[in-house]
């Protein structure tokens, strides 16, 4: 399901009277137009949270309904940064495109010449903190989403009681995992004692979000496992969600 990035605008000022940061992050949102179809679906969600982030501020729309499966990515990408500064969220943007495409991250260290404040303030989010200190201090919701099976299953082990863990709109582990198509997150929280069928806020299961999101290998892993289709509280079972065809395929030879 490919994921629409906003427009991008040019600047109505001249690099002159933009900071350093706005300027890097002007070039980087600049590149991303021309990479687009390079990316997959869960880098361009990262990208549009980022970039409303960063120029709109707190998301202040109404969340889309939940027949609206591409919307309401959109949305919960821009939405689950919050309180988020609008200079840490450029920050993160730039970071993001240099991991994403690192030959551009590499020119734009090279444009910068000697701006050396430039340079630290693109920078220093994108290798600090330390790769196992970041590990080691995810919360079981944030593993799932970053596809971290063994710290899934860390704690697991440590803290049985972590597979009851919701965030604020009801999601689960296994939520998080299914709608990233995180699947070696998803297996070690359904081998953790996760609830197959724990439902969100609005009735849906983790087998809702991998089917509207159209992927097929969290999918196959949920029934594998014994999910069943549920109806959410607007009376939608996942086979109701699915708009990819092989996804659909899985899910009605399922039923027989």
Same mark, same amino acid.
Not at 19 to 38: C, E, Y
Not at 168 to 178: Q, Y
């Given at each position: 399901?490919?994921?629409? /990035?906003?427009?991008?605008?040019?600047?109505?000022?001249?690099?002159?009277?933009?900071?350093?940061?706005?300027?890097?992050?002007? !070039?980087?949102?600049?590149?991303?137009?021309?990479?687009?179809?390079?990316?997959?679906?869960?880098q361009l969600l990262v990208l549009y949270g980022l970039f409303k982030q960063s120029t709109e501020g707190k998301c202040n729309t109404p969340k889309p309904s939940? /027949?609206?499966?591409?919307?309401? !990515?959109k949305w919960e990408a821009w939405k689950t940064l919050e309180d988020m500064p609008s200079d840490e969220a450029k920050q993160k943007y730039i970071a993001s495109?240099?991991?994403?495409?690192?030959?551009?991250?590499?020119?734009?260290?090279?444009?910068?010449?000697?701006? !050396?404040?430039?340079?630290?303030?693109?920078?220093?989010?994108?290798?600090?903190?330390?790769?196992?200190?970041?590990?080691?201090?995810?919360?079981?919701?944030?593993?799932?989403?970053?596809?971290?099976?063994?710290?899934?299953?860390?704690?697991?082990? &440590?803290?049985?009681?972590? !597979?009851?863990?919701?965030?604020?709109?009801?999601?689960?582990?296994?939520?998080?995992?299914?709608?990233?198509?995180?699947?070696?997150?998803?297996?070690?929280?359904?081998?953790?004692? +996760?609830?197959?069928?724990?439902?969100?806020?609005?009735?849906?299961?983790?087998?809702?979000?991998?089917?509207? +999101?159209?992927?097929?290998?969290?999918?196959?892993?949920?029934?594998?496992?014994?999910?069943?289709?549920?109806?959410?509280?607007?009376? +939608?079972?996942?086979?109701?969600?699915?708009?990819?065809?092989?996804?659909?395929?899985?899910?009605?030879?399922? &039923?027989?």
């Amino acid at each position: 399901m490919a994921v629409a /990035l906003p427009e991008y605008t040019d600047s109505d000022f001249s690099d002159d009277d933009l900071s350093p940061l706005d300027i890097s992050f002007n !070039k980087a949102s600049d590149h991303v137009r021309k990479i687009t179809s390079k990316l997959n679906n869960n880098q361009l969600l990262v990208l549009y949270g980022l970039f409303k982030q960063s120029t709109e501020g707190k998301c202040n729309t109404p969340k889309p309904s939940w /027949l609206d499966g591409r919307g309401r !990515k959109k949305w919960e990408a821009w939405k689950t940064l919050e309180d988020m500064p609008s200079d840490e969220a450029k920050q993160k943007y730039i970071a993001s495109v240099q991991e994403y495409d690192p030959e551009w991250g590499d020119v734009l260290t090279e444009s910068k010449g000697n701006s !050396k404040e430039a340079w630290v303030a693109v920078s220093s989010l994108r290798f600090s903190p330390e790769p196992d200190l970041v590990h080691n201090e995810l919360s079981i919701l944030e593993a799932a989403r970053e596809d971290l099976g063994e710290r899934v299953t860390e704690l697991l082990t &440590q803290f049985p009681n972590l !597979k009851n863990e919701r965030d604020e709109d009801g999601l689960t582990a296994l939520h998080w995992a299914a709608d990233r198509d995180a699947v070696s997150a998803l297996n070690a929280a359904i081998k953790g004692g +996760c609830d197959i069928n724990a439902v969100d806020n609005t009735g849906q299961t983790a087998l809702h979000y991998a089917v509207s +999101c159209g992927h097929l290998n969290a999918t196959k892993l949920l029934l594998k496992f014994g999910a069943a289709l549920l109806k959410d509280e607007e009376g +939608c079972t996942p086979l109701d969600l699915a708009s990819d065809e092989e996804v659909r395929n899985i899910l009605e030879g399922s &039923q027989n």
